[in-house]
């Protein structure tokens, strides 16, 4: 089990975006979180399985989209993290 903590940076506020991040991080069975910084910025919280958060992370941070990713990124920030055992499922905040 691994913890990211992933900034995301481009036109993703008010586009589905964390939605879309939403969707794809229960695909991958993680959880977490996503939720918009006052600077324009998503933040996500991905917890699980490192080749399914990686797989997350790689999606996040693709610069054209394969998966329909809404708005668009211009770059990402990735910090690793130790797990926490208390978070269940995968919110939009």
């Not at 997350?56 to 211009?74: A, F, K, M, N, T």
């Amino acid at each position: 089990m691994v913890s990211a903590l992933v900034f995301v940076r481009g036109r993703v506020q008010g586009v589905g975006f964390r939605w879309w991040t939403r969707a794809r991080a229960l695909e991958l069975g993680l959880v977490g979180h996503a939720r918009n910084l006052p600077d324009g910025r998503v933040e996500v919280n991905a917890q699980g399985p490192e080749d399914a958060v990686s797989a997350l992370i790689e999606l996040l941070g693709e610069e054209q989209s394969l998966r329909s990713r809404p708005g668009h990124v211009s770059g990402i920030t990735v910090q690793w993290h130790q797990p926490t055992a208390d978070l269940v499922g995968f919110r939009e905040r």
